[in-house]
Protein backbone atom coordinates (compact mmCIF):
# COMPACT_ATOMS: atom_id res chain seq x y z
CA UNK A 1 0.00 0.00 0.00
CA UNK A 2 1.08 3.56 -1.24
CA UNK A 3 2.73 5.48 1.44
CA UNK A 4 0.15 8.47 2.34
CA UNK A 5 2.09 11.70 2.82
CA UNK A 6 -0.28 14.94 4.59
CA UNK A 7 -1.07 18.22 2.86
CA UNK A 8 1.14 19.93 5.29
CA UNK A 9 4.14 17.92 4.67
CA UNK A 10 3.79 18.25 1.14
CA UNK A 11 3.93 21.53 1.59
CA UNK A 12 7.14 21.52 3.32
CA UNK A 13 8.47 19.26 -0.22
CA UNK A 14 7.25 22.23 -2.55
CA UNK A 15 9.10 24.68 -0.41
CA UNK A 16 12.01 22.77 -0.34
CA UNK A 17 12.11 21.82 -4.29
CA UNK A 18 11.54 25.57 -5.55
CA UNK A 19 14.44 26.77 -2.68
CA UNK A 20 16.50 24.06 -4.81
CA UNK A 21 15.52 25.17 -8.46
CA UNK A 22 14.44 28.89 -7.71
CA UNK A 23 17.22 30.06 -5.48
CA UNK A 24 16.70 33.79 -4.50
CA UNK A 25 13.09 34.18 -5.01
CA UNK A 26 10.45 34.48 -2.80
CA UNK A 27 7.54 31.93 -2.79
CA UNK A 28 4.20 31.55 -0.42
CA UNK A 29 3.32 28.45 -0.19
CA UNK A 30 -0.12 27.65 1.38
CA UNK A 31 -2.04 24.51 1.93
CA UNK A 32 -6.03 24.73 2.80
CA UNK A 33 -7.74 21.41 3.93
CA UNK A 34 -11.21 21.06 3.29
CA UNK A 35 -14.54 18.78 3.51
CA UNK A 36 -13.61 17.40 -0.16
CA UNK A 37 -9.48 17.31 0.51
CA UNK A 38 -6.99 19.31 0.41
CA UNK A 39 -4.85 22.02 -1.76
CA UNK A 40 -1.84 24.28 -2.00
CA UNK A 41 -1.79 27.42 -3.49
CA UNK A 42 2.01 28.65 -4.67
CA UNK A 43 2.26 32.77 -5.24
CA UNK A 44 5.30 34.42 -6.27
CA UNK A 45 6.14 37.97 -7.81
CA UNK A 46 8.01 38.81 -11.05
CA UNK A 47 10.86 35.78 -10.91
CA UNK A 48 10.53 32.32 -13.22
CA UNK A 49 7.89 31.77 -15.66
CA UNK A 50 4.60 30.16 -14.88
CA UNK A 51 5.48 26.91 -16.80
CA UNK A 52 8.85 26.45 -15.22
CA UNK A 53 6.77 26.45 -11.34
CA UNK A 54 4.21 24.14 -12.77
CA UNK A 55 6.79 21.76 -13.84
CA UNK A 56 8.32 21.59 -10.12
CA UNK A 57 4.88 21.48 -8.15
CA UNK A 58 2.66 20.05 -10.34
CA UNK A 59 4.13 16.41 -9.81
CA UNK A 60 2.67 16.98 -5.92
CA UNK A 61 -0.50 17.02 -6.80
CA UNK A 62 -2.70 13.44 -5.24
CA UNK A 63 -5.70 14.00 -7.57
CA UNK A 64 -6.89 14.67 -11.04
CA UNK A 65 -10.19 16.34 -11.82
CA UNK A 66 -12.47 15.40 -15.98
CA UNK A 67 -14.87 18.90 -16.36
CA UNK A 68 -16.07 16.76 -19.05
CA UNK A 69 -17.74 13.83 -16.88
CA UNK A 70 -17.34 16.27 -12.77
CA UNK A 71 -15.31 13.34 -11.97
CA UNK A 72 -12.09 13.26 -9.46
CA UNK A 73 -9.87 10.62 -9.51
CA UNK A 74 -6.97 9.90 -6.86
CA UNK A 75 -3.13 9.54 -8.46
CA UNK A 76 -0.40 8.06 -6.86
CA UNK A 77 3.15 9.72 -7.09
CA UNK A 78 6.39 9.11 -6.27
CA UNK A 79 9.08 10.41 -3.84
CA UNK A 80 12.68 8.78 -4.13
CA UNK A 81 11.72 6.15 -5.75
CA UNK A 82 8.77 4.98 -3.20
CA UNK A 83 5.23 5.33 -4.43
CA UNK A 84 3.47 7.51 -2.02
CA UNK A 85 0.18 9.68 -2.00
CA UNK A 86 -0.17 13.10 -1.79
CA UNK A 87 -2.24 14.59 0.62
CA UNK A 88 -2.79 17.84 -1.99
CA UNK A 89 -5.40 16.74 -4.42
CA UNK A 90 -4.39 19.92 -6.30
CA UNK A 91 -1.54 22.54 -6.65
CA UNK A 92 -2.43 25.68 -7.77
CA UNK A 93 0.10 28.49 -8.72
CA UNK A 94 -0.46 32.42 -9.20
CA UNK A 95 2.45 34.80 -10.60
CA UNK A 96 1.69 38.23 -9.78
CA UNK A 97 3.41 40.64 -12.33
CA UNK A 98 5.03 44.47 -11.06
CA UNK A 99 4.40 47.37 -13.20
CA UNK A 100 7.93 47.19 -14.49
CA UNK A 101 7.86 43.84 -15.08
CA UNK A 102 4.39 44.15 -17.30
CA UNK A 103 5.79 47.47 -18.62
CA UNK A 104 8.49 46.07 -20.26
CA UNK A 105 7.14 43.21 -21.81
CA UNK A 106 3.99 45.45 -23.23
CA UNK A 107 6.73 47.60 -24.51
CA UNK A 108 7.80 44.98 -26.87
CA UNK A 109 4.99 43.59 -28.17
CA UNK A 110 3.69 46.95 -28.99
CA UNK A 111 6.91 47.55 -30.98
CA UNK A 112 6.69 43.99 -32.30
CA UNK A 113 3.33 44.55 -33.65
CA UNK A 114 3.68 48.45 -34.46
CA UNK A 115 0.73 49.96 -32.45
CA UNK A 116 0.31 52.49 -29.80
CA UNK A 117 1.68 51.51 -26.32
CA UNK A 118 -0.83 49.78 -23.90
CA UNK A 119 -1.99 51.44 -20.45
CA UNK A 120 -0.45 49.25 -17.97
CA UNK A 121 -2.26 49.59 -14.37
CA UNK A 122 -1.56 49.03 -10.72
CA UNK A 123 1.28 48.34 -8.60
CA UNK A 124 4.89 47.12 -7.96
CA UNK A 125 2.98 44.15 -6.48
CA UNK A 126 0.27 43.32 -8.79
CA UNK A 127 -0.39 45.07 -12.56
CA UNK A 128 -2.30 44.37 -15.44
CA UNK A 129 -2.80 45.89 -19.00
CA UNK A 130 -5.65 47.50 -20.71
CA UNK A 131 -6.33 44.89 -23.33
CA UNK A 132 -9.52 46.13 -24.92
CA UNK A 133 -8.16 47.73 -28.28
CA UNK A 134 -6.49 44.23 -29.01
CA UNK A 135 -8.44 41.24 -31.24
CA UNK A 136 -8.28 37.76 -30.17
CA UNK A 137 -5.02 36.84 -31.06
CA UNK A 138 -2.79 39.49 -30.31
CA UNK A 139 -4.62 39.56 -26.50
CA UNK A 140 -3.80 35.69 -26.53
CA UNK A 141 -0.12 36.48 -27.78
CA UNK A 142 0.58 39.33 -25.22
CA UNK A 143 -0.95 36.61 -22.21
CA UNK A 144 1.45 34.11 -23.50
CA UNK A 145 4.67 36.99 -23.53
CA UNK A 146 3.99 37.83 -20.09
CA UNK A 147 3.24 34.16 -18.88
CA UNK A 148 6.11 32.36 -20.54
CA UNK A 149 8.59 35.53 -19.99
CA UNK A 150 11.14 34.95 -17.04
CA UNK A 151 11.58 37.79 -15.19
CA UNK A 152 15.38 38.01 -15.77
CA UNK A 153 14.73 37.98 -19.67
CA UNK A 154 11.58 40.76 -19.75
CA UNK A 155 14.25 43.14 -21.68
CA UNK A 156 14.40 40.29 -23.87
CA UNK A 157 11.10 38.67 -24.01
CA UNK A 158 11.08 37.60 -27.68
CA UNK A 159 14.48 36.17 -28.04
CA UNK A 160 14.14 34.67 -24.74
CA UNK A 161 10.86 32.92 -26.36
CA UNK A 162 12.63 31.37 -29.49
CA UNK A 163 15.68 29.94 -27.27
CA UNK A 164 12.50 28.67 -25.22
CA UNK A 165 11.10 27.12 -28.18
CA UNK A 166 14.33 26.08 -29.50
CA UNK A 167 15.07 24.31 -25.93
CA UNK A 168 11.85 22.71 -25.78
CA UNK A 169 13.09 21.17 -29.21
CA UNK A 170 15.93 20.09 -28.95
CA UNK A 171 14.38 18.30 -25.35
CA UNK A 172 12.12 16.76 -28.04
CA UNK A 173 14.38 15.47 -29.95
CA UNK A 174 16.17 14.25 -27.53
CA UNK A 175 13.53 12.27 -25.88
CA UNK A 176 12.71 10.71 -29.06
CA UNK A 177 14.42 7.41 -28.61
CA UNK A 178 12.41 6.94 -25.08
CA UNK A 179 9.51 7.45 -27.07
CA UNK A 180 9.38 4.86 -29.28
CA UNK A 181 10.97 3.09 -27.02
CA UNK A 182 7.84 3.31 -24.75
CA UNK A 183 5.58 3.21 -27.56
CA UNK A 184 7.58 -0.23 -28.92
CA UNK A 185 6.57 -1.31 -25.34
CA UNK A 186 3.25 -0.56 -25.31
CA UNK A 187 2.83 -2.03 -28.64
CA UNK A 188 4.05 -5.23 -27.82
CA UNK A 189 1.87 -5.34 -24.09
CA UNK A 190 -1.13 -4.99 -26.59
CA UNK A 191 -0.09 -7.14 -28.69
CA UNK A 192 0.48 -9.77 -26.31
CA UNK A 193 -2.77 -9.22 -24.42
CA UNK A 194 -4.67 -9.52 -27.37
CA UNK A 195 -3.12 -13.10 -28.26
CA UNK A 196 -3.85 -13.88 -24.78
CA UNK A 197 -7.21 -12.60 -24.82
CA UNK A 198 -7.91 -14.58 -28.19
CA UNK A 199 -6.48 -17.43 -26.96
CA UNK A 200 -8.63 -17.76 -23.94
CA UNK A 201 -11.62 -16.65 -26.64
CA UNK A 202 -10.83 -19.88 -28.70
CA UNK A 203 -10.29 -22.18 -25.73
CA UNK A 204 -13.84 -20.88 -24.29
CA UNK A 205 -15.06 -21.73 -27.43
CA UNK A 206 -13.35 -25.12 -27.59
CA UNK A 207 -14.51 -25.79 -24.44
CA UNK A 208 -18.24 -24.87 -25.67
CA UNK A 209 -18.15 -27.09 -28.52
CA UNK A 210 -16.75 -30.21 -26.14
CA UNK A 211 -19.78 -29.35 -23.47
CA UNK A 212 -22.41 -29.45 -26.41
CA UNK A 213 -20.65 -32.82 -28.36
CA UNK A 214 -21.07 -34.09 -24.65
CA UNK A 215 -24.71 -32.95 -24.46
CA UNK A 216 -25.46 -34.27 -27.97
CA UNK A 217 -23.71 -37.68 -26.95
CA UNK A 218 -25.62 -37.96 -23.78
CA UNK A 219 -28.85 -37.17 -26.06
CA UNK A 220 -28.33 -40.32 -27.85
CA UNK A 221 -27.51 -42.67 -25.11
CA UNK A 222 -30.05 -41.55 -22.68
CA UNK A 223 -34.30 -42.82 -23.33
CA UNK A 224 -36.88 -41.02 -21.78
CA UNK A 225 -40.13 -42.65 -22.71
CA UNK A 226 -41.83 -43.97 -19.29
CA UNK A 227 -42.44 -41.74 -16.29
CA UNK A 228 -39.99 -43.73 -14.22
CA UNK A 229 -36.74 -43.17 -16.50
CA UNK A 230 -37.37 -39.40 -16.21
CA UNK A 231 -37.60 -39.37 -12.05
CA UNK A 232 -34.75 -41.71 -12.95
CA UNK A 233 -32.77 -39.20 -14.49
CA UNK A 234 -34.60 -36.07 -12.09
CA UNK A 235 -32.77 -38.15 -9.48
CA UNK A 236 -36.10 -39.04 -7.52
CA UNK A 237 -38.08 -41.60 -6.89
CA UNK A 238 -41.17 -43.51 -5.39
CA UNK A 239 -43.98 -41.58 -5.31
CA UNK A 240 -43.42 -38.20 -5.36
CA UNK A 241 -45.64 -34.60 -5.82
CA UNK A 242 -45.41 -31.98 -8.47
CA UNK A 243 -43.80 -29.53 -5.51
CA UNK A 244 -40.92 -32.09 -5.35
CA UNK A 245 -40.63 -32.60 -9.22
CA UNK A 246 -40.12 -29.42 -10.09
CA UNK A 247 -37.62 -28.79 -6.67
CA UNK A 248 -35.54 -31.49 -8.11
CA UNK A 249 -35.58 -29.98 -11.52
CA UNK A 250 -34.43 -26.56 -10.54
CA UNK A 251 -31.86 -27.90 -8.04
CA UNK A 252 -30.56 -29.91 -10.77
CA UNK A 253 -30.54 -26.36 -13.38
CA UNK A 254 -28.88 -24.43 -10.84
CA UNK A 255 -26.13 -26.90 -10.70
CA UNK A 256 -25.84 -26.96 -14.28
CA UNK A 257 -25.72 -23.26 -14.85
CA UNK A 258 -21.73 -22.25 -15.32
CA UNK A 259 -22.26 -18.72 -13.84
CA UNK A 260 -21.97 -17.57 -17.57
CA UNK A 261 -25.00 -17.55 -18.73
CA UNK A 262 -24.65 -21.38 -20.76
CA UNK A 263 -25.13 -24.99 -18.90
CA UNK A 264 -22.91 -28.17 -18.54
CA UNK A 265 -25.96 -30.10 -18.79
CA UNK A 266 -28.30 -30.43 -21.89
CA UNK A 267 -31.31 -28.23 -20.83
CA UNK A 268 -33.72 -29.60 -23.46
CA UNK A 269 -33.34 -33.26 -21.93
CA UNK A 270 -33.75 -32.09 -18.63
CA UNK A 271 -36.77 -30.01 -19.49
CA UNK A 272 -38.33 -33.28 -21.40
CA UNK A 273 -37.55 -35.03 -17.68
CA UNK A 274 -39.49 -32.75 -16.03
CA UNK A 275 -42.14 -32.55 -18.34
CA UNK A 276 -42.79 -36.69 -18.52
CA UNK A 277 -42.10 -37.16 -14.94
CA UNK A 278 -45.15 -34.00 -14.12
CA UNK A 279 -47.47 -36.20 -16.32
Known amino acids: MS ?13 KELKANFA ?20 WLDGPCTPDVDRIV ?25 EVRFGSDYVMTHRDLSCAFVEAIVKQFCASHK ?18 SLDY ?37 CEA ?8 EQAEKEARERAEREDREQRAQQERQRQEQERARIRRQVVITTRAQALAYLGVSGTVNCATILQAFRERVKRASDGHGGYTEDMDLLVKAKEKALL
Not at 3 to 15: N, Q, S
Open 3 to 15: RYIPVAEVAKLIR
Open 115 to 132: IPMLKVTGNEKSAWVDTR
Open 137 to 173: WDDRQLSELLRNTDAKDASRAYAAQDERKQREQEAWE
Open 24 to 43: GIKFSVRSSSYSGGASIDVR
Open 177 to 184: PERERKAR
Open 58 to 82: KQFQGATFDPMIDLKSSVTGELNGE
